[in-house]
């Protein structure tokens, strides 16, 4: 039996080094808490009330019972009504809108006529997952909605979908650029603030600081290789991207340079934030992941983004992740350029300053 | 200022919160000695260092090393001070050239290469200059660190508990070095619990819990003190030290191999507590020079009672 108390002896110790590092034990009751609210409430994997856009070439009742059983579907958010097709392109680009519902002038007496008309279902296929439900929803739903019309006559319209940007609604395309924000996501803030905790953790620090080495030249010296190795990454993962996955890179590079290099400073300024409040590296780690996490699941590269509760889009317009990863699907798969993402870089360039300002002053206050 | 006084301290106090961890200290040492700093684990030694070389503002005093005010000028004092931290703190996963060359650039030197090669060879390092420093004894790590924090030729070393845990042929060889550099000039302020290496040091200064208690010559530190001590030599001491160890009169008592050091500063009490063992058959009690070692044990006992 002294087998069996020594067990215990053990376990007992292992209790109180659990209990004792508070940080991991927050981090074995947050996570699941985390991990359970999130995929409970916030991820729908069947998104619904996705914003549409509508074009009316014609306002006759037929189309008006269209857009009566699209909005009754729940599939689709009638955002607004145009005539414009300037203004659809244009926030179609900016990923506002998952649909655009093109309903042609003489719809109603083409209709009527039975010279079965047209009707124009164009998706912002980028993410397919998003716009799925409600594409395959759309035609039987057309059809219904014309039921009491007409009467059950063979198809009596020809509805015409065409996926954007994804013709061929291949997910790669989608989760290929959303994982360089997940990676860079990972790796940056994780790489730095481990690196940083290091120093301390090992007492090296100390000795830096005991020769005239200026804090900021640590800091600047210990952050610019990661900025480097970030850059590598993202060299692989376009790389990686356009000749494993074909997938395109359409929008202007300038775009992507400013994207890419605004986002890596905000994951280096949040590992940068997490070694002043870590004290070891384990501890930098686990803080990483309370914001990796959110990072996947909130922030459009796992789930649709427009699928989300409210407040789970609200959270996740805090993430930089969800800005950097918005973005640069936008460029390179609907081709935008620097003026397109600038509702995207606004954001993370805020999110920079707030998060850099705190770690500083931080950083100042450890020194003594 | 004085130009005889590598460090010229007054006042330094230093607060953790509520916790006051360095109170009023004073300190003034001599261009070219080599200074003990001793005292009792957690006494202030390692805060009262960081304050003196720069790393740590005080919370009031202040005063000068090398000259230059330890809080305005911590800049400049970094540059020509060398200070060697208690933990082993380079890094491990550099080797030994490595480290020397990054400490070296650290400080700007001109053509680092060249102090690299001459710390390698005074040093005797050289052979193991590729070595990750990870790899090292305890004993090749400090000499490691010593050469890394004497580097740029500072005029004053820091240097706390440099030898903690390492074997006795290494800390004697550490300390040739010692005297070596203090020959050249350099003041060296050494923190440590070996009283092998306290009596090595010029002058003495026992710290506990924050405040300075001694500050004198080494030799003179047991006459401070102001023990007398009587050695009982003999067999089968151990009923005399337990009857002697509560007796009146008897501040300490310790074993010296075959013998007992009883002491005491009150000549007489002390004589009346000892006198019933100078006629015991098979004992020989004759006076004794209080040791150091003596004089710090009666020191912490006495600052527990004074500070906990």
Known sequence: ?368 | MSGELAIDVTGLTKRFGEKTVVDDFAMQVPKGAIYGFLGPNGSGKTTTIRMMCGLLKPDGGGGTALGYDIVRESRTIKSRVGYMTQKFSLYGDLTVRENLTFMARLHALDNPGQHVAAALEEYELAPRANQLADTLSGGWKQRLALAAASMHSPGLLLLDEPTAGVDPKARRDFWDRIRGLARKGVTVLVSTHYMDEAVQCDFIAFIAYGRKLIDAPSGEIPERVGLITWRIEGRNLQPVYDALYHAPGVDQIARFGSALHVSGRDADALERAIAPYREREGLTVEPAKTGLEEAFIWLMTGSEDNFQ
Request: glycine content about 8%; proline content about 7%; cysteine-free.
């Open chain 1, 1 to 368: 039996m002294t087998g069996f108390s020594r067990i215990l002896a053990m376990i007992g110790k292992e209790f109180i080094q659990m209990l004792r590092d508070r940080l991991t034990f927050g981090m074995m009751v947050g996570i699941p808490v985390m991990q359970l609210l999130l995929f409970g409430y916030a991820i729908n994997t069947d998104p619904r009330h996705l914003p549409t856009l509508v074009e009316m070439g014609d306002s006759g009742p037929a189309s008006r019972a269209i857009l009566q059983a699209m909005e009754t579907s729940n599939y689709f958010d009638l955002a607004g009504i145009t005539t414009s097709r300037a203004q659809t392109e244009a926030a179609m680009q900016q990923g506002d809108i998952l649909f655009v519902v093109t309903i042609p002038p003489d719809f109603e007496r083409d209709l009527l006529r039975g010279a079965r008309p047209q009707i124009l279902l164009d998706t912002d296929a980028s993410d397919p997952v998003a716009a799925g439900a409600g594409t395959g929803a759309f035609p039987t739903l057309v059809q219904r909605a014309l039921e009491p019309m007409l009467g059950e006559m063979t198809p009596p319209v020809e509805t015409v979908i065409q996926r954007r940007y994804n013709p061929a609604g291949r997910t790669a395309l989608n989760i290929v650029p959303g994982l360089l924000g997940v990676i860079l996501t990972m790796t940056m803030a994780m790489m730095t603030s481990m690196a940083l905790t290091r120093e301390a953790e090992r007492g090296t620090l100390e000795t830096l600081l005991a020769t005239p080495t200026r804090p900021y030249e640590v800091m600047i010296g210990k952050i610019t290789p990661y900025i480097l190795v970030g850059f590598i990454q993202v060299v692989i993962m376009l790389a990686g991207a356009r000749y494993l996955f074909g997938v395109p890179f359409l929008g202007s590079p300038l775009a992507f340079l400013v994207s890419v290099s605004l986002f890596i400073l905000v994951n280096l300024s949040l590992g940068f934030l997490f070694s002043t409040i870590a004290r070891t590296q384990m501890q930098a780690m686990q803080m990483t992941f309370f914001v990796f996490l959110p990072s996947i699941l909130l922030s459009g590269f796992m789930f649709p983004f427009a699928g989300m509760p409210a407040w789970a889009q609200m959270l996740g317009q805090a993430l930089p992740t969800t800005h950097f990863i918005h973005a640069v699907r936008a460029i390179m798969l609907k081709g935008a350029r620097l003026g397109d993402v600038a509702p995207d870089i606004w954001p993370l360039a805020a999110i920079f300053a707030a998060i850099a300002t705190v770690a500083m002053l931080r950083y100042r206050r450890t020194l003594d």
